[in-house]
Structure formats: structure tokens, C-alpha cells
């Protein structure tokens, strides 16, 4: 499904979603990085965010334009490596202004395993779903 992370790569801001007490928690996130079906972001290790992620790893984010979505599924693991989080930060010009060192965010990825792609714009409209086990 190649299409959906397309657009992913050219739709980075989504919204990202967490689950804190069986209740949905919804921000604003911006993918920092992208390989294959694995997607990085950073936040601070104090914001709720970060809590919520600790206690379940379990996320779902969607990237939305006109009539065109994507949405996807996948679990926040906190392993990157040194390097990458360096390059994130410092590829990133909002992330320097807000931190004063790469080292006072935490970085993490998700490895996206299922997604669907919704293009309402032919007749009839696409759907198409992927799941990678």
C-alpha cells in the first residue's frame, strides 16, 4: 500500500492518538522521519504524552487533505538510536527553539501495522485496508 504512506511522506502533520484511564487523548503530532512503513517522532519526556505511551504503547494517527485520508496503527517503542535522534533534532528548526539540547526530548518510532486509505474523490470512492502481522 504505497499510496498510503505517500501520503504520508507529503502529509506529516496528523493527528496522533494515545489512550490514558481507557479514554482517547488527541494531539497534533508531526512525523520527523520516515523509512518504509516506520514513521519517528520526538516529545518531552515530561509532557502527558510521553506518560501515556509508557503505560501503552498502542497509538493511531490520521493525516487528512480534501477528500484523501490515511489512517494507521501501530506501538510507540523508545529505541532510537543516538545518531537518529541527533539528526532529528537537528533537521527539525522548531525543535532547537523550543529545547535547548537534543538530549532533553525523547524520541521514539512506529512501525505502522495496519492502515487504510480513503480517496472519496472517483465514483466509487477507494478503501483500501493493509494489515502487516
Not at 535547548?100 to 483500501?128: G, H, I, K, M, N
Request: glycine letters at 4%; a negative charge.
Amino acid at each position: 500500500m504505497d499510496k498510503a504512506f505517500i501520503f504520508l511522506d507529503s502529509h506529516r502533520d496528523l493527528a496522533f492518538a494515545t489512550v490514558e484511564n481507557g479514554l482517547p487523548k488527541l494531539r497534533v503530532f508531526r512525523i520527523m522521519r520516515m523509512e518504509g512503513r516506520t514513521l519517528w517522532f520526538a516529545t518531552s519526556p515530561r509532557k502527558e504524552v510521553y506518560r501515556q505511551l509508557q503505560a501503552n504503547p498502542h497509538v493511531e494517527l490520521l493525516a487528512m487533505d480534501g477528500d484523501k485520508s490515511v489512517r494507521a496503527s501501530g506501538k510507540a517503542v523508545f529505541d532510537v538510536t543516538d545518531d537518529v535522534a541527533r539528526e532529528i533534532y537537528a533537521s527539525n528548526p522548531v525543535l532547537p527553539r523550543l529545547y535547548a539540547d537534543w538530549r532533553d526530548l525523547a524520541y521514539f518510532s512506529v512501525t505502522v501495522e495496519a492502515a487504510d486509505y480513503y480517496d472519496l474523490t472517483p465514483d466509487p470512492p477507494v478503501l483500501e485496508h493493509c494489515r502487516w502481522d
